[in-house]
């Protein structure tokens, strides 16, 4: 917050998935039998996903404060992440006494006052600077990022996101909309594919 003493608290991170972390065991959820045997384990199980998603809303909210957003969606893989985000943003401006219009759009650039974008996964950075540059000629009043993965990528040109959900080591993950040649997209955990599941899916 502008002439705030205090430091604003950095959300770029997210709650941090350390490498050695083993994940949970895939016998201890339920998730679609079709892929039965294409998984690794669980790296973060869908309620988690969505509680967090919920905390992001409430941050994004007291940053930006109660102003008019424009949501813009990274198709495909950032559908469900900005459907769960938008739902919370709405219920926080319905239960307070300010009303804040949102309108989602789905990267078709025109002019913009406030922009929220909302990504699935920044890896390495730079399809994201590309983007923001894109969007910068439209000269939006505030331009923010909200991604629900970041990736620690040896290839990352230093790029962090204004909110990110979690933090994970550089692992091919799917699920929660994240796909593998289309499949996965279906999965609510998010999940580290094994072998056999991007044989068994390559195109």
């Not at 339920?30 to 973060?44: A, M, S």
């Not at 900005?82 to 309108?103: P, Q, T, Y």
């Not at 910068?136 to 990352?156: D, F, G, H």
């Not at 230093?158 to 091919?172: C, H, K, S, T, V």
Request: net charge neutral.
């Amino acid at each position: 917050m502008a002439g705030s003493s205090e430091e604003a608290p950095d959300y770029g991170r997210g709650v941090v998935i350390l490498d050695n972390w083993p994940g949970y065991d895939l016998n201890l959820f339920t998730y679609p039998q079709h892929y039965y045997g294409d998984l690794e384990y669980v790296l973060i199980p869908h309620g988690i996903i969505v509680d967090r998603i919920e905390r992001l809303a409430k941050d994004i909210m007291k940053d930006i404060g109660y102003c008019d957003i424009m949501v813009l969606c990274v198709l495909k893989g950032g559908y469900k992440f900005c459907a769960d985000l938008v739902e919370h943003l709405k219920s926080i401006s319905r239960n307070s006494d300010r009303f804040v219009s949102m309108k989602v759009d789905f990267i078709r650039l025109k002019s913009y006052r406030n922009v929220l974008i909302v990504e699935d996964v920044v890896g390495t950075g730079r399809t994201m600077k590309a983007l923001l540059s894109s969007i910068e000629k439209y000269k939006p009043n505030m331009i923010k990022v909200a991604s629900l993965l970041v990736k620690r990528t040896p290839r990352s040109d230093g790029f962090r996101p204004d909110y990110a959900g979690f933090e994970i080591p550089n692992l091919f993950v799917v699920g929660y909309a994240l796909d593998y040649n289309e499949y996965f997209r279906d999965l609510n955990h998010i999940c580290v594919i094994n072998e056999h599941g991007k044989e068994k899916y390559r195109v």
